[in-house]
DNA sequence: GTGATTGCAAATCTTTTGCACTAAA
DNA sequence: TTTAGTGCAAAAGATTTGCAATCAC
């Protein structure tokens, strides 16, 4: 795909959302919607898209993590305290979280199988089933 | 149960795994293991400790989690960026998470059940499975 | 005594916020 | 124009750390 087009996807899927397509939203989700799915966390996104040439803050990488967050376009997963990944895989999955090195890898919703869920509590209901598969070394 | 002789069990559960009894980890042991589960962030410990006339520093509440937790008698849980709780239930079992208020609750093991796992990539083991399930208002 | 533990205050790190400036519609 | 979006620097939290004082053994 050429980068014309890949810059009107962009464009598009920032409106089909909602948000304006700024300089600074269409460098970030160029970024983050190359057609891979990856984790990311702030820092890193913000280092990515400052090699890339595209200057942004890092106070506006957060704002549009969450913008893009509360748009369906990212989910974000908290595993260690203090910092936040963001998941450009929003369909159903779960993570394998490497204890050694911190990592995150995504599992197919279809790898894991869970058969009974509990009732939740009078007046709410399931939103979503997080299942982190916790790994160390052999 | 007298006030004695759970001091003296406080004492014992922390010989037991290689921690020196210190007047401020019976203090936070004996607030934490009181034969009831509860899930508890380093702030709430520490404003209990103080309550109950036992002045214990902040960063030792820290440091005490996360002795306890390597020592196995805590679990850490990272749901929300920016604060880490602590689970006095050691044992298998999975969470409620209340996306209104943060809030958590505890899941018997036997109110879910996973059928299916991945394997995990050469040279790892699964160490644990941690299902969270959230749930928001209906 | 001696090595482990603690407290304090400062440092660190991630994330959020207020507000003047800039850009998209 | 008009309103949304951005950048900066400062603030806000949570957690960690260095080091001298204190405590358990």
Redesign the interface.
């Known amino acids: 795909m050429n980068n014309e087009k890949r810059y009107t996807q962009v464009i598009e899927k920032l409106r089909a959302v909602g948000l304006r397509p700024t300089r600074q939203r269409i460098a970030l989700a160029g970024l983050l919607f190359d057609g891979t799915d990856k984790h990311v966390c702030a820092e890193d996104l913000h280092r990515d898209v400052i090699n890339a040439d595209s200057p942004v803050s890092l106070a506006t990488v957060y704002n549009t993590l969450h913008q893009f967050t509360d748009a369906g376009l990212l989910r974000?997963i908290?595993?260690?305290?203090?910092?936040?990944y963001f998941d450009t895989n929003v369909s159903d999955h779960h993570h394998?979280y490497?204890?050694t090195d911190g990592g995150l890898?995504d599992?197919?919703s279809d790898?894991?199988?869970?058969?009974?869920?509990?009732t939740?509590?009078k007046?709410?209901?399931?939103?979503?089933?997080?299942?982190?598969?916790?790994?160390?070394?052999?």
Chains 1, 2 share one sequence.
């Open positions: 974000e908290v595993i260690s305290a203090g910092r936040s394998f490497f204890e890898e599992i197919n790898e894991v199988v869970v058969t009974q869920l509990p939740p509590p007046g709410q209901k399931i939103s979503r089933v997080d299942v982190v598969v916790r790994v160390s070394e052999d």
